[in-house]
């Protein structure tokens, strides 16, 4: 969260002329509940089931660059199952940067963070980081999330195809 796959995601689609899809919104649009609803009412394996059957129906849309929730790679085989049925690149964030700019959006809807501040936060994210940083570094391409030509390099990646 925070390393900028939304933004650059919809960057990218509208470049390319391609549909965006943020994986989080379609399980809420399909849910009628917010993320942190279902993780409330349902609990956090049943939200990753829900997650897991949402990827499987997206990776059969054509044309579409998708953006999963942060832990999305980090369960089941979702991170072999996206390197098989598409391109992934992984918008690598330093923990002090990401901490910068999740403190920059607060009151955004991110329930983990809401009570964090400082060096908690940093402390709560650079953990989180270090847990997903396996799966995260199994994506296909791995790029500076912070550089300011990022656009750019991915549509390389992408007219390289």
Same mark, same amino acid.
């Given at each position: 969260?925070g390393?900028? !796959?939304?933004?650059?995601g919809?960057?990218?689609?509208?470049?390319?002329?391609?549909?965006?899809?943020?994986?989080?919104?379609?399980?809420?649009e399909?849910m009628? !509940?917010s993320?942190?609803?279902?993780f409330a009412?349902?609990?956090?394996?049943e939200?990753r089931?829900?997650?897991k059957?949402?990827l499987?129906? %997206?990776?059969?849309?054509e044309?579409?660059?998708?953006s999963?929730?942060?832990?999305?790679?980090?369960f089941?085989?979702n991170?072999?199952?996206m390197n098989?049925?598409?391109t992934?690149?992984y918008l690598? %964030?330093?923990?002090e940067?990401?901490t910068?700019?999740?403190e920059?959006?607060?009151?955004?809807k991110?329930?983990l963070?809401a009570?964090?501040?400082?060096?908690?936060?940093?402390?709560?994210?650079?953990e989180g980081?270090?847990?997903?940083?396996p799966f995260y570094a199994?994506?296909?391409?791995?790029?500076?999330?912070?550089?300011?030509d990022?656009?750019?390099?991915?549509?390389n990646?992408v007219?390289n195809?």
């Open positions: 969260m390393s900028g !796959k939304t933004t650059v919809k960057q990218l689609s509208k470049k390319l002329n391609y549909s965006f899809l943020d994986m989080d919104s379609h399980i809420e399909t009628f !509940k993320v942190s609803q279902i009412d349902l609990g956090e394996e939200f089931q829900i997650e059957r949402t499987h129906e %997206v990776a059969e849309f044309n579409v660059i998708i999963t929730g942060g832990g999305a790679p980090c089941f085989d991170m072999d199952f098989s049925h598409g992934t690149i690598k %964030v330093t923990p940067q990401l910068a700019r999740l920059a959006a607060k009151g955004s991110r329930p963070l009570e964090r501040t400082g060096a908690e936060l940093l402390k709560f994210i650079a980081l270090a847990k997903r940083e199994k994506a296909q391409y791995t790029l500076d999330g912070d550089a300011p990022i656009l750019e390099q991915i549509c990646i007219s195809l």
